[in-house]
């Protein structure tokens, strides 16, 4: 023991924390998440079927891959013209609003909480991520709490982001930095 204090879990409390939503909700939304959201079902319509009946704001032509998770619908907005690939994971605690044509690819993570670590008690802390138009998560990435994407910004394969990324630039790397501008052609 050398003085310092140390991380104390039995004291952990996020009481101020409050999940959006009643109990009767929550637990069905886990049967239902289950049985059509996180699982092998195929159909896009019915997947935005029943997270609109548990308060996700969602647009047209939105495409849902098999096993993807969704932890709180009704902290959820997404545009039109989204796609979501297979195994993306969106842990949101705080807000997620995801513009029009934006791609989220396979086993992407969308994560809106953490936790102090400068504190014993390990308190929890969140933050919204915001993805404008046009922006582009690659496959395995990873978005950290409080993070916007700007217009057309792109996160490369495996990347971690943090902070804001800016319009139509690319970003790669742990944690991202950008490497290019995003050009796109007709």
């Known amino acids: 023991m ?3 204090l140390k991380t104390d879990l039995s004291k952990f409390k996020n009481t101020w924390f409050k999940m959006g939503a009643n ?3 929550r637990y069905l939304w886990y049967f239902v998440k289950e049985a059509f959201v996180n699982s092998s079902f195929p159909i896009s319509a019915v997947k935005i ?3 609109r009946m548990f308060g996700a704001k969602i647009g047209k032509g939105v495409l849902i891959k098999p096993h993807v998770i969704i932890k709180f619908p009704w902290n959820l907005s997404i545009g039109d013209h989204v796609w979501i690939g297979e195994n993306v994971w969106i842990e949101n605690q ?3 609003n995801i513009g029009n044509s934006v791609c989220l690819s396979q086993r992407a993570m969308l994560i809106t909480g953490n936790h102090d670590f400068k504190k014993t008690t390990f308190d929890l802390i969140i933050g919204e991520i915001n993805l ?3 922006a582009w998560v690659g496959a395995g990435a990873m978005i950290c709490p409080g993070t916007t994407f700007k217009s057309h910004a792109i996160l490369t394969m495996g990347s971690v982001a943090s902070g804001t990324l800016e319009a139509y630039s690319i970003y790669q ?3 991202a930095v ?3 501008d995003r050009v796109i052609e007709l």
Do not use: S, T, Y
């Open 2 to 4: 050398n003085g310092k």
């Open 23 to 25: 109990p009767v909700k």
């Open 49 to 51: 079927m029943f997270l």
């Open 94 to 96: 705080a807000k997620v």
């Open 132 to 134: 404008e138009e046009g």
């Open 173 to 175: 790397g742990n944690i």
């Open 178 to 180: 950008k490497i290019k």
